[in-house]
C-alpha cells in the first residue's frame, strides 16, 4: 500500500481538509504512526459524536465500536440536541432514546429555534409542542433572520407573523446580505416600512461595491424611485470602469429604457469630455462611438487644455 509521509499528513490537517479526507490520510501513514493517529481521531469523533467519522476510523482499524463509544456518541448528540444521530448510534446499541433524552434533544432544539427537529422529538414523545415552547422557537427563528421556519412555527401558533417581526427578521436580512429573504419579506411588509428597508439594504450593497446586487434591490422598489436608482447604478459602474457589473446593472433596466438611459450616458460622458466613460459605456450598446460624438469630445478636451486626451480622441477619428 502506497503511504505518506508523517510531514504530508500534518499538511493535510493544517489545510483544512475535510474530516474523511484526514482520516483517509492517516490510513496511508506508516506504522507505527497510523495507527496512533487513527487512534487519535477515533477519540475526537467519539467527543465529537461523529457517527460516520467514528466508523470510518475504526474500520481502517479493522475494529467495532465498543459499547462506550457508541453510548458516549449518543449522549454528545442528545447534549447537542441532534434528534437524528441521536436515534440512529442508539439503535446500534439496540435502544431507542429514552423519555429523558428526547425531552433534553428537545429543550436543546427549542433552545436553537429548529423547528422541525423540535417536532420530531415531540413526535417520539408522543406529545404536541407547547404554546410557550413554539414562541420560544418562533422568537429565535426571528433573531436569526430565518422567515420560511418563522412563518411555520406561527402558522403552528395559529397566526401569522407581526409587522415587528418582519421587521426584525429583514433587518437580520440586510445585515447578512441575505438578497432572498429581502424581497421574500419586502413582499409581506406594508409601506413605507418595505422601502425603507429595501433603501438601507439598496445603501449597504452600494458602500461595499456589490453594484449587481444593489441593482437588484432597486428592482424591487417601486417607479420611477426604481428607474432612478438603477440610472445611478449604472452611471457609478461606468464611472469606476466596471463594465461587468455595468452590464448586469443595464440588463435590469427595461427596453427602450436600457437603450435610452445608456444613450444619455454616452451623450453625458461625450459633453465632460470623458473618453473613457463614452466608450465603456457605448460597449454596453455594443457599438463605437460615432465620428460626431469623438469630434464634440475632441472640442471639448481642446478647450479644457487636457491636450494629452485630445491626441487620444484625435487617433480614433483618423484611424
Known amino acids: 500500500m502506497t503511504t505518506i509521509s508523517y510531514e504530508t499528513y500534518c499538511l493535510i490537517c493544517k489545510i483544512g481538509s475535510i474530516f474523511a479526507t484526514i482520516i483517509k490520510a492517516a490510513n496511508l501513514l506508516a506504522e507505527p504512526q497510523r495507527t496512533e493517529e487513527l487512534e487519535k481521531l477515533l477519540a475526537k469523533c467519539v467527543e465529537e459524536g461523529s457517527l460516520f467519522g467514528a466508523q470510518k476510523a475504526a474500520e481502517f482499524l479493522n475494529q467495532e465500536l465498543s459499547a462506550a ?75 436569526l433572520g430565518l422567515l420560511s421556519d418563522a412563518q411555520k412555527a406561527a402558522k403552528a401558533l395559529n397566526r401569522e407573523l407581526s409587522t415587528d417581526e418582519l421587521e426584525k427578521i429583514l433587518a437580520k436580512c440586510v445585515e447578512e446580505g441575505s438578497l432572498f429573504g429581502i424581497r421574500e419579506i419586502a413582499n409581506l411588509l406594508a409601506e413605507p416600512q418595505r422601502t425603507a428597508e429595501l433603501e438601507k439594504l439598496l445603501a449597504k450593497y452600494v458602500k461595499q461595491g456589490w453594484f449587481y446586487e444593489a441593482g437588484k434591490v432597486a428592482k424591487l422598489l417601486a417607479e420611477p424611485q426604481r428607474t432612478e436608482e438603477l440610472e445611478k447604478l449604472l452611471a457609478k459602474c461606468v464611472e469606476l470602469g466596471l463594465l461587468s457589473d455595468a452590464q448586469k446593472v443595464a440588463k435590469l433596466l427595461a427596453e427602450p429604457q436600457r437603450t435610452e438611459k445608456i444613450e444619455k450616458l454616452v451623450a453625458k460622458y461625450v459633453e465632460e469630455g470623458s473618453l473613457f466613460g463614452a466608450q465603456k459605456t457605448t460597449e454596453l450598446l455594443n457599438r463605437e462611438l460615432s465620428t460626431a460624438e469623438l469630434e464634440k469630445l475632441v472640442a471639448v478636451c481642446v478647450d479644457q487644455g487636457w491636450f494629452d486626451e485630445a491626441r487620444k480622441v484625435a487617433k480614433l477619428i483618423t484611424k
Open 69 to 143: 463509544e457508541l453510548e458516549k456518541m449518543v449522549a454528545v448528540c442528545v447534549d447537542q440536541g441532534w434528534i437524528s444521530d441521536a436515534r440512529k448510534i442508539a439503535r446500534f446499541l439496540n435502544q431507542e432514546l429514552s423519555a429523558a433524552e428526547l425531552e433534553k434533544i428537545l429543550a436543546k432544539c427549542v433552545e436553537r429555534g429548529s423547528l422541525s427537529n423540535t417536532q420530531k422529538a415531540a413526535k417520539a414523545l408522543n406529545r404536541e409542542l407547547s404554546t410557550d415552547e413554539l414562541e420560544k422557537i418562533l422568537a429565535k427563528c426571528v433573531e
